[in-house]
């Protein structure tokens, strides 16, 4: 993220649980080959094209020099066959794998919007944990609910909460029924969320900032797949990937001098309060506050979408739906 026109290189996250940043012990290289792309070796490995350009400074529109090595966000995907059953979406199979539909969907050579034709065979992470979950507190269905909304809310898997409940993902949800959710949902308490968990500071900052919490989610995952510890080559950091600048800034001019705990709580929060005023900056655009928080409010202001913008942008509001 920028701050006026300071320019950020934070790597995105390559879109899975475990992603690795550039600062990462044991980084993985990759020497270019003759014909190489970065779209191939993203594809390869199970990132995405801005993620890999962006940990190795480079444009992603610019052409690969043979010889040349580049580092990775991760290892490759060891990866093992999954039959597709009727009803399955790739958000629902990537939940249940744990990875992001991004990352599944790229593995596969399909689009986040693909219908699913049941009996496909498609490759999903070999290193999966089981969807198999405990039972913990119970929720009563309300109008408009639907599953996916109500595994956001309780910060939980989309597929553990249909599992443990032996719904189908394509099931409607009758007003009044009681749900079981997983043991680790988040409960509410007095209309607040916990906020022991990524999931949990999510949810309750964007309600407290008034910000669609399947933005600040989708945002969030792109940025850094949930992960606090991840560390970009500009320095920026956790989960929102804020640079020191942007921290400052939100503490000093949006906080008005208010201190806030550099954990993973506090990263939510100065993320959705800067991404609250891009909002407002922006005259309530998702697409223009999101450009500005990839490349910079003055940047975009001065030079419009950078190289690069459009495809983050576009990444995030289609993950913004399977949230």
């Known amino acids: 993220m920028f701050v006026g026109g300071f320019v950020r290189c934070a790597a995105v996250v390559a879109l899975l649980g475990l992603a690795v940043g550039a ?37 992603p529109s610019g052409v690969l020099l043979a010889g040349s090595t580049l580092t990775l966000p991760g290892p490759k995907l060891a990866l093992r066959s999954y039959r597709v059953q009727s009803g399955d979406t ?10 992001s539909p991004a990352v599944l969907a790229r593995t596969n050579g399909m689009s986040l919007a693909q219908t699913l034709l049941s009996g496909a065979v498609i490759r999903v992470p070999a290193h999966a944990a089981s969807a198999t979950q405990t039972a913990g507190a119970t929720y009563t269905v309300q109008q408009g609910d639907s599953l996916s909304s109500i595994a956001l ?3 939980v898997s989309l597929g553990a909460l249909a599992d443990l409940n032996r719904l189908a993902l394509s099931d409607v949800l009758p007003v009044g029924r009681r749900l079981v959710l997983p043991a680790n949902a988040i409960t509410s308490t007095l209309g607040t969320f916990s ?20 933005l600040v989610t989708a945002l969030a995952w792109m ?25 400052d800034y939100v503490e000093q001019v949006l906080l008005l001098g208010r201190s806030v ?7 939510v929060r100065i993320g959705v309060a800067y991404l609250h005023h891009l909002l407002h900056l922006f005259g309530g655009s998702e697409r223009q506050a999101l450009a500005a928080y990839y490349q910079g409010a003055r940047a975009l ?9 459009k495809q983050y942008v576009d990444d995030i509001l289609a993950l913004k739906t399977r949230f």
Not at 90 to 99: E, N, P, Q, S, V
């Open 90 to 99: 790739l958000t629902a199979i990537a939940a249940r794998f744990g990875c």
């Open 153 to 155: 809310g309780h910060g």
């Open 23 to 59: 600062t990462s012990a044991g980084a993985a290289r990759y020497r270019v080959r003759p014909g190489d792309s970065l779209t191939g070796i993203a594809h390869t490995y199970g990132t995405s094209v801005t993620a890999l350009a962006r940990l190795n400074g480079l444009s």
């Open 195 to 214: 906020r022991s968990t990524v999931r949990g500071s999510l949810v309750f900052w964007a309600n407290h900032y008034g910000v669609d919490v399947h």
């Open 223 to 247: 940025e850094s797949g949930f992960n606090n510890e991840m560390v970009s080559t500009a320095a920026a950091v956790g989960v929102m990937q804020i640079t020191p600048a942007t921290w």
């Open 301 to 309: 202001q001065d030079a419009g979408f950078l190289p690069g913008t």
């Open 261 to 267: 705990p550099r954990d993973a709580d506090g990263n």
